[in-house]
């Protein structure tokens, strides 16, 4: 009977890849690095223990030193870090799994003391609220604007970052456009402000995001290549506006042209309807749009994930939570067995 259940069927992602099946584990930051942002053999046990998702993305690994705003989340740009990843791919590699590196940039979503002294950085000055999680009390605060030459920095940043990842052994990366960072951040109103080639209309706000994808792109083939986004906003302090659309939907047009793995919509639950997104949900805006592989996430389960693939709604489902409490979770939804409920505090521990 389960055999007959879609997510448990091949997914043809593009020339490279075939899944074997249509669940993706979410990508999810367990802040369990060790304090240069190396990944440890704890981590390549973890991952190797649910290599059986159609496809792993990893916990968001910041791009660079001065990409980062939390404690202990892995890193891709330096050796020692590209070796232990080297682990992990290769433990999930040898039980036929596949992985993908989510690479990361938190823009404003940081504090000083995460950056020697420096203010975050985003496409304008912003202020943000908010306390800080695992960091003894900090909030969050002001961040200062991006001046031109830094922009083409972190673009050429995020090209390293993703030949890193090959280097590392990782079959692809998924940019993180998704939850109000760095890229996200360019891509509303409400964080962009600026009136340069990089703000102030839908053409613009989109050019940060087209032209690190580009450069990924170019870097490691774009069949390496997934995109998280969350054309709603919901997370990290920012509010929506209904123009953010528009710059979603020239994106997404644009997107179309190049030959990229996945859409992947950043959620956490993708039954909410969004104002600013003429009340749709994230992901049948993305699918209205995107016409490649579109892969659904937040708050799924067996039965809404088989029902929206089976509806033509998105092609693969992401699982997060559901994979941090069952690591043997594909195994259990196969047989249709009842599942470990997720709770925060399996977060302290990294099985
Ligand atoms: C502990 C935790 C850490 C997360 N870290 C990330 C992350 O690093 N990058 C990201 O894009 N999403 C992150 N997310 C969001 C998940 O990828 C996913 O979208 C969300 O958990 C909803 O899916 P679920 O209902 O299946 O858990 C995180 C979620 C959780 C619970």
Redo the contacts with the bound molecule.
């Keep these: 009977m389960s055999h007959e259940n879609v997510l448990f069927t091949e997914y043809k992602l593009n020339d490279l890849f075939t899944l074997k099946n249509r669940i993706l584990m979410?990508?999810?930051?367990?802040a369990k690095a060790d304090n240069h942002s190396v990944p440890t053999q704890a981590m390549a046990d973890y991952y190797s223990r649910r290599a059986d998702a159609g496809l792993i993305?990893?916990?968001?690994?910041v791009i660079r030193a001065d990409a980062s705003g939390y404690n202990n989340?892995p890193g891709i740009f330096t050796p020692a870090q590209i070796n232990q990843w080297k682990i992990v791919t290769d433990a999930v590699h040898k039980k036929n799994g596949r992985i993908f590196l989510?690479i990361?940039h938190v823009g404003r979503v940081s504090h000083p003391n995460f950056l020697q002294g420096k203010l975050p950085v985003s496409p304008s000055a912003t202020v943000m609220a908010g306390r800080i999680p695992r960091s003894e009390g900090l909030t969050y605060g002001e961040s200062r604007a991006l001046i031109l030459p830094e922009i083409k920095e972190l673009i050429k940043s995020y090209a390293i970052a993703a030949e890193n990842a090959i280097k590392a052994g990782f079959d692809g990366v998924?940019i993180?456009g998704?939850?109000g960072?760095l890229i996200d951040q360019f891509l509303h109103y409400h964080t962009n402000q600026r009136m340069d080639e990089y703000g102030g209309t839908p053409e613009n706000m989109a050019r940060f995001a087209l032209e690190v994808v580009k450069a990924c792109g170019e870097a490691i083939g774009y069949e390496r290549v997934g995109l998280?986004l969350s054309p709603g906003a919901y997370l990290n302090e920012i509010v929506g506006e209904k123009r953010d659309a528009l710059v979603f939907k020239y994106l997404f047009d644009n997107l179309n042209h190049f030959p990229i793995a996945y859409v992947?919509?950043?959620?956490?639950?993708?039954a909410q309807q969004f104002k600013e997104l003429n009340d749709m949900t994230m992901t049948a805006f993305i699918r209205s749009h995107f016409h490649g592989t579109v892969v659904a996430?937040?708050?799924?389960s067996l039965e809404t994930a088989s029902q929206g693939i089976n509806q033509g709604n998105f092609d693969l489902v992401?699982?997060?939570?559901?994979?941090?409490s069952n690591p043997d979770l594909i195994n259990k939804l196969n047989k249709n067995a009842s599942l470990t409920q997720?709770d925060?505090s399996m977060?302290n521990t990294l099985y």
């Design positions: 979410a990508p999810m930051t367990r993305i990893t916990e968001g690994t989340v989510q990361w998924e993180h998704a939850n960072y998280r992947h919509t950043g959620n956490f639950n993708d996430s937040g708050g799924y992401a699982m997060g939570r559901p994979f941090i997720y925060a977060l």
